[in-house]
């Protein structure tokens, strides 16, 4: 069985950090490609970062480039979303996903954790 399990959560001022975690199991981690997405209420998930495990390649949104730093440690099953600079719109939902190839568009994800709450206060 598949679990995703985010971590890493909470309350934190505008300008602050964050990291989140995403710890995988049942899957071959290094066969899939995992992924950031973000729902805000009212709004569509949407994709904030993803890492390519065959390439290590990494993609993220325009809105969080030079600010959010994706990473994985194979040894640990664990996928990071390092959130810095953080702004009040950066506040939402936030889930990982994995996918068979590295991909922006939440259809191509077969995997979800249940996510993790971030809130940026001003």
């Known amino acids: 069985q598949v679990q995703l399990v985010e971590s890493g959560g909470g309350l934190v001022q505008a300008g602050g950090s964050l990291r989140l975690s995403c710890a995988a199991s049942g899957l071959t981690f290094t066969g899939y490609a995992m992924g950031w997405f973000r729902q805000a209420p009212g709004k569509e998930r949407e994709f904030v970062a993803a890492?390519?495990?065959?390439?290590?390649?990494?993609y993220y949104a325009d809105s969080v480039k030079g600010r959010f730093t994706i990473a994985s440690d194979n040894a640990k099953n664990t996928v990071y979303l390092q959130m810095s600079s953080l702004k009040v719109e950066d506040a939402a939902v936030y889930y990982c996903?994995?996918?068979?190839?590295?991909?922006?568009?939440?259809?191509?994800?077969?995997?979800w954790g249940q996510g993790t709450q971030v809130t940026v206060s001003s």
């Open positions: 996903a994995a996918s068979r190839a590295v991909a922006t568009t939440r259809e191509l994800y077969e995997y």
């Open positions: 890492v390519s495990r065959y390439s290590g390649s990494k």
